[in-house]
């Protein structure tokens, strides 16, 4: 039985560290792998009796969400495309958590995780820069659309959002690993070219939230400060380089981001982030004035925005409203959205008190590891940005992957202090009976 369950802790492993590379490919083999998970999870922790895992803060938290958004969708605006995404949204709780399981129970899965993050960002490395330098990329692609180089990913423009999503993480992972110098060079090399080709994929929101990240982890980090400030330096001095060949990535990332905000122009109307995404929010906002409690339905944005009562213009129509707040007010209510609400609280109240130890005591709150994942946490929870889809599949993985960790990381920070407190009130115990 031992070497069963072995086995399906180590396919579980596998398909976790493989996950990264899954997610170039697109959102199929990503979801097959957390939906696998998933069911494995379902029984095993349950015939192995890890009730502790199910009784967590955030698996209660969970619970409660998943069950609201399966009652809005049978109750509210009722349609197949609600019905499947507010269903099958357990899996992703379950992936959390087994993930979290196993980080427990598998020492050197940390480790496995490092490299695999290393690999692919070295491969999006090497293969984005071939894309800028000679406008094709290894596999022969040419660059779609000007000024947004895509890499791997194709069609898809969602290089940016990929490394800013994960470059936090591969660094919290830095953070908890035993060094050579060499490792030390070639990660500061993979910082400094990760963040200099979110800026050459054009993606005004990634290079954004990168740079929060960065911020965050400059203030609150313990042993970083100085290798993400000297990335943050010599990926300035790429992008400045750069720029001077490949010019269209700053005339999108600035030029364009200034016009269409309408801020160049004295007398133009003035837009937030673009007249098209401010039109999106007033279509989002009118739906919330008028389904207050429950909003119009999970993925539901798309179905009423051409409504006479929600219709702004003819460009304010979309799949979704492009911004993680609007989207949850505008579809499942101010009943769903206070739990994004709830977890904005809980953030700022720690980051504030994290602020505080540092100011007045110098002391961390959060280790290195915690520190730089909740620098990814941010970058969902901040409201005034552009964002994808809250319930698109691919999105969705992307902000599960690193919570996983944070929860683990969590968990284990507060297992070591009280280890470490336990030993020394030992310690002092043992001396006081000595000096009797």
Not at 188 to 207: C, K, N, Q
Not at 251 to 275: A, C, M, P, V
Not at 313 to 329: A, M, R, W
């Amino acid at each position: 039985m031992s070497f069963l369950n072995n086995k399906i802790e180590n396919i579980s492993c596998c398909l976790i560290v493989l996950l990264p590379f899954t997610l170039i490919t697109g959102p199929l083999l990503a979801d097959l792998s957390i939906s696998i998970i998933a069911i494995i999870c379902l029984f095993y922790l349950f015939s192995k009796k890890k009730f502790e895992y199910y009784k967590s803060n955030f698996f209660i938290i969970f619970i409660f969400f998943f069950i609201y958004i399966v009652l809005n969708s049978l109750l509210n605006n009722t349609n197949f495309d609600s019905l499947k995404i507010s269903f099958f949204y357990f899996r992703f709780g379950l992936f959390i958590m087994f993930f979290w399981y196993l980080l427990d129970q598998k020492k050197d899965l940390i480790h496995y995780l490092y490299y695999s993050l290393k690999i692919v960002l070295i491969i999006l490395i090497v293969d984005g820069y071939t894309q800028i330098l000679f406008e094709r990329n290894l596999f022969n692609q040419e660059i779609i659309t000007e000024g947004r180089i895509s890499s791997l990913f194709g069609d898809e423009l969602i290089l940016g959002s990929f490394i800013a999503r994960f470059l936090p993480i591969l660094i919290a992972l830095y953070a908890i690993k035993e060094k050579s110098k060499l490792e030390n060079y070639i990660i500061i090399l993979v910082f400094i070219f990760s963040e200099a080709l979110v800026f050459f994929s054009g993606e005004r929101t990634a290079f954004f939230l990168i740079n929060l990240s960065a911020l965050y982890v400059l203030i609150f980090s313990v042993n970083l400060k100085r290798i993400r400030f000297i990335a943050i330096f010599f990926s300035a001095i790429v992008i400045l380089s750069i720029s001077i060949f490949h010019p269209q990535a700053k005339e999108r990332i600035i030029d364009k981001t200034l016009n269409q905000t309408g801020l160049l122009n004295e007398n133009s109307e003035k837009y937030i982030f673009s007249e098209q995404h401010t039109h999106h929010y007033l279509s989002a906002w009118k739906m919330f004035e008028k389904n207050k409690f429950f909003g119009v339905g999970v993925k539901n944005f798309r179905k009423f925005c051409d409504k006479d009562e929600y219709y702004v213009s003819v460009i304010s129509c979309s799949t979704h409203p492009h911004n993680t707040y609007l989207q949850l007010l505008s579809e499942i209510g101010i009943i769903g959205f206070s739990f994004l609400l709830f977890m904005t609280f809980v953030f700022i109240k720690y980051t504030f008190k994290n602020l505080k130890l540092i100011i007045f005591k110098k002391k961390h709150l959060f280790n290195d590891l915690n520190v730089c994942i909740l620098s990814v946490v941010l970058m969902t929870l901040w409201p005034i940005a552009p964002s994808g889809n809250f319930f698109n599949n691919w999105i969705t993985i992307t902000v599960c992957y690193p919570l996983a960790i944070l929860v683990w990381g969590l968990n284990k920070q507060k297992f070591d202090q009280f280890s470490y407190q336990k030993k020394l009130k030992k310690f002092i115990k043992k001396v006081y009976f000595l000096e009797k």
